[in-house]
């Protein structure tokens, strides 16, 4: 069964814009990844955000972790139509972790 | 530094015919993982290798994909016969150990974007 699960499934913004995705998991984790797919191309890391940090930036992305509820949200500022592909969160279990499990994916657009 | 390598880029092919992928993961890295998204659904792990080994196949679907990783270098993951359901991207990732990906993140490569007609 999937671990992540992003929402929303495809969003689309004027560029310049920020964008907000979210991410849900079910289990203990030690940490939670975000990956990004330019259409065609491969997987990019973008960021990790560790079990015991709520909050992360790196340029302009900015990533907050709520392991109470069990949910992680990526925000991109200042949107650029490079920023076009699909987002994945990616979580490594907290208990004998020997691979990270991906979520579905969201799909954003940035409309120029 | 060479990154994980993947051929081919895309593959397109008949149902019933046999497909094989390939991954160079980055030299030294001794863990390799394949990975899938079919049908623009969620990205599903398939196996993971140590050296030649594999240390996790509980993502294999079924007996028609073989993965192997002689020698512990590259790897291959073959499809025989292929079926519709396997179009999707195929992606390798490796790391120089189990714990720097899982604590640092994975490259992956490019991905193979495989088409069953």
């Known amino acids: 069964s999937q671990q992540g699960e992003e929402d929303p499934q495809a969003l689309s913004i004027q560029e310049g814009e920020n964008a907000t995705m979210n991410c849900s998991y079910k289990?203990?984790?030690?940490?939670l990844q975000w990956y990004r797919q330019n259409s065609g191309r491969g997987l990019v890391h973008l960021i990790l955000i560790r079990s015991n940090e709520r909050e992360k930036h790196s340029g302009r992305l900015r990533v907050t972790l709520d392991t109470s509820k069990k949910s992680s949200s990526l925000l991109i500022t200042a949107s650029r139509a490079a920023d076009t592909a699909s987002y994945f969160c990616a979580t490594a279990a907290q208990r004998s972790a020997s691979k990270i499990i991906f979520g579905s994916g969201t799909r954003l657009s940035i409309r120029p | 530094e060479a990154g994980v390598t993947q051929f081919p880029s895309h593959s397109v092919i008949e149902k019933g015919q046999t497909v094989t992928l390939r991954c160079d993961p980055i030299s030294g890295h001794d863990n390799l993982y394949w990975y899938r998204r079919v049908m623009g659904k969620e990205i599903k792990f398939l196996l993971h290798?140590?050296?030649?080994?594999?240390?996790?196949e509980s993502g294999m679907p079924n007996n028609r994909f073989l993965a192997e990783r002689t020698g512990g270098t590259y790897s291959t993951l073959k499809v025989q016969p292929a079926e519709l359901e396997d179009s999707g991207v195929y992606f390798c990732?490796?790391?120089?150990?189990?714990?720097?990906?899982?604590?640092?993140?994975?490259?992956f490569g490019s991905g193979t974007r495989l088409t069953v007609v």
């Open positions: 290798f140590v050296k030649e080994s594999k240390q996790d």
């Open positions: 289990t203990s984790i030690n940490n």
């Open positions: 990732a490796s790391s120089q150990d189990g714990w720097y990906g899982l604590n640092y993140g994975y490259t």
